[in-house]
């Protein structure tokens, strides 16, 4: 069974930074492929925030470009977001995502505020 374990939320003031880890289990990030992260803020819907391929390929959406940095350890099986500049619009739920959504993880929170 293929297990993705987010950890490193937290609260953190605006301008803050926060580095969210994702350990999987069952299966190597290699073998399943892109990874993601999503986000859910309060009362909205699920959305992308960057992807990663297996060679270390990276998309991200454009209210994070520049502040979050998504990167993989294929050999730790771990996949990273630093963020950046944190902004209290980027409080959500943040969810580790692979193989283009088909494995999720159970989010770890981040939330913005002074």
């Known amino acids: 069974q293929v297990q993705l374990v987010e950890s490193g939320g937290g609260l953190v003031q605006p301008g803050g930074s926060l580095r969210l880890s994702c350990a999987t289990s069952?299966?190597?990030?290699?073998?399943?492929?892109?990874m993601g992260w999503h986000r859910q803020a309060p009362g909205k819907e699920r959305d992308l925030v960057a992807t990663i391929s297996r060679t270390g390929f990276t998309n991200y959406v454009d209210s994070v470009k520049g502040r979050f940095t998504m990167s993989r350890d294929n050999a730790k099986n771990t996949v990273y977001l630093q963020m950046n500049s944190l902004k209290p619009g980027d409080t959500a739920v943040y969810y580790c995502?692979?193989?283009?959504?088909?494995?999720w993880g159970q989010g770890t929170q981040v939330t913005v505020s002074s």
């Open positions: 995502t692979g193989g283009n959504g088909v494995y």
């Open positions: 069952g299966k190597s990030i290699f073998s399943i492929g892109i």
